[in-house]
T-cell receptor, first 117, second 109 residues
Framework: NAGVMQNPRHLVRRRGQEARLRCSPM?????VYWYRQLPEEGLKFMVY????????ESGMPKERFSAEFPKEGPSILRIQQVVRGDSAAYFC???????????????FGPGTRLTVT | KNEVEQSPQNLTAQEGEFITINCSYS?????LHWLQQHPGGGIVSLFM???GKKKHGRLIATINIQEKHSSLHITASHPRDSAVYIC???????????FGKGTRLSVIA
């Protein structure tokens, strides 16, 4: 059972370009979370998705950022018109369905390191 | 004030020492997570606990729900334990994780 996969591992974009980050959850996991780690800072929640639904996007910047988790394929975090301040490590995590609102362990991907030049 | 506070921020230990990292939180939670982030950046989930104590190899995690406090202990520390240890708390249902700033541990041979 492969772990959480993220690609690319490293991404370099010039200011104004678009960045697309992909996350494939573990097999059987239907919950995906995106987190951002700015240089020298802690992890911050961005968005929580289930298949075809955004459950909580309270941590997403209001502009330029969007996320999806389609019925088929990986979850995508999309950053339009990137700026230098978007340079960070973006981690994806997944967890299994959680009936009854229980918390489940989250399994993290290796992260995508985005550098905006 | 952060909802999740870790101490110490940095810790240097000699190989073989017993290590304790503390985490205090101010919100109601359903579970607390301890994560390990290696110098290469990858994150590994060490423990998820909602009460009592869990042990895995040389790692022990405890939580006191009434005091809103958790500790991560490493026995017989080794240089390969050098990493950033992160405490995160989550509520029930769809509440997202809230992270501490991490404790940077260096174990010297």
């Amino acid at each position: 059972n492969a772990g959480v996969m993220q690609n690319p591992r490293h991404l370099v974009r010039r200011r104004g370009q678009e960045a697309r980050l992909r996350c494939s959850p573990m097999k059987g996991h239907s919950h995906v979370y995106w987190y951002r780690q700015l240089p020298e800072e802690g992890l911050k929640f961005m968005v929580y998705l289930q298949k075809e639904n955004i459950i909580d996007e309270s941590g997403m910047p209001k502009e330029r950022f969007s996320a999806e988790f389609p019925k088929e394929g990986p979850s995508i975090l999309r950053i339009q018109q990137v700026v230098r301040g978007d340079s960070a490590a973006y981690f994806c995590a997944s967890s299994p369905p959680r009936p009854g609102g229980r918390s489940y362990e989250q399994y993290f991907g290796p992260g995508t390191r985005l550098t905006v030049t | 004030k952060n909802e999740v506070e870790q101490s110490p921020q940095n810790l240097t230990a000699q190989e073989g020492e017993f290590i304790t990292i503390n985490c205090s939180y101010s919100v109601g939670i359903s579970a607390l997570h301890w994560l390990q982030q290696h110098p290469g950046g990858g994150i590994v989930s060490l423990f998820m606990l909602s009460s009592g104590k869990k042990k895995h190899g040389r790692l022990i995690a405890t939580i006191n729900i009434q005091e809103k406090h958790s500790s991560l202990h490493i026995t017989a520390s080794h240089p390969r334990d050098s990493a950033v240890y992160i405490c995160a708390v989550g509520g029930s249902g769809n509440t997202p994780l809230v992270f501490g700033k991490g404790t940077r541990l260096s174990v010297i041979a």
